[in-house]
């Protein structure tokens, strides 16, 4: 081990959601320490990025495969093309997601009694669903290969209820938003799908972590950001690097004693 502890070079690393705000930092950052990126994500590859990862793929360290993880068969097709140019993947970073950010639509963040059910079966098929899927069928493969490493980003809001009133100042504008419950379940749920693999594929060497995490900074509404940071002990919301060292950790040797935990980034918010 000695000063490889944290090494992850050349390691074959999956991020779903790659293209997302965090997801690209994850991938940014590594990218940066040497391992080979594989970009799944349902979006179409358009520029820029936030954590802009062109430089990678230009440079053969980094491949994007549009994927809907909802879907087997979009599954299988980026396993192939990865087994193809990396082989089997080292690490998976289940990170693709579903939200409902403060200043969304009030139409799909109604009061819970006239939640629509659509809505809630597509944000757990992508949320919950889709980290099964992604399990099934990138997780086999690591586990059949005998080593690696699954990190399933949750959210602070999978462990507290949301705290409604911070988006009460949407109501002065004659619009009522809540954030709504399918976000909240479909990340509880994450800690019982990682806790469950953590055991089932420990004698294979697949360590399957959760890692939650709190809000981002992304230009929300100033009244949402004002209540919200009186809500964090460190006073702020997070920038999304901050998480890469979470993530190098849990994909890297220096976490080769955990499985099946949940490590919590979330500024202090969830400690009083
Ligand atoms: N932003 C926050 O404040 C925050 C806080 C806590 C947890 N999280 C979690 O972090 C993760 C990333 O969040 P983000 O803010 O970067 O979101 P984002 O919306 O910027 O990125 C999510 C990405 O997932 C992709 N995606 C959506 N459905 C998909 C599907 N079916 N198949 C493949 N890709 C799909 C989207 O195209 C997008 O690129 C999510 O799991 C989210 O719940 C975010």
Not at 174 to 196: D, M, N, T, V, W
Not at 245 to 268: Q, R, W
Request: aromatic share 10%; hydrophobic share 35%; charged share 20%.
């Amino acid at each position: 081990m000695g000063s490889n502890l944290f090494s992850i070079k050349d390691k074959t690393v999956v991020v779903t959601g790659g293209l997302g705000q965090i997801g690209s930092s994850y991938c940014q950052i590594l990218g940066e320490r040497g391992a080979n990126i594989v970009i799944l994500d349902s979006s179409e590859y358009n520029l820029p990025l936030e954590h802009n990862t062109t430089n990678l793929i230009d440079n053969g360290q980094a491949i994007y495969i549009q994927t809907d993880i909802t879907d087997k068969k979009s599954l299988y097709n980026a396993l192939n093309k990865i087994e193809s140019k990396f082989g089997t993947p080292f690490g998976l970073i289940n990170n693709a997601g579903l939200d409902s950010p403060p200043n969304s639509s009030s139409q799909s963040n109604g009061p819970f009694e006239e939640y629509d059910e659509k809505i809630w079966d597509k944000v757990i098929d992508v949320n919950l669903k889709g980290v099964f899927l992604s399990c099934q069928i990138l997780g086999s493969a690591m586990a059949k290969n005998g080593a690696g490493s699954i990190i399933n980003i949750g959210s602070i809001y999978g462990i507290l209820s949301p705290d409604q009133r911070l988006y009460e100042y949407r109501k002065f504008s004659g619009e009522a938003f809540f954030k709504p419950i399918a976000y909240s379940a479909s990340k509880s749920g994450i800690y019982g799908l990682s806790r469950y693999l953590a055991t089932y594929w420990a004698k294979n060497n697949v360590r399957v972590n959760t890692l939650t995490l709190g809000g981002v900074f992304n230009n929300q509404d100033k009244e949402f950001l004002n209540e919200y940071h009186k809500k964090v002990p460190l006073g702020r919301m997070a920038k999304s690097e901050e998480y890469g060292g979470a993530i190098i950790f849990l994909i890297s040797e220096a976490s080769s004693y955990m499985t099946g935990s949940n490590l919590v980034m979330d500024g202090g918010l969830s400690a009083w």
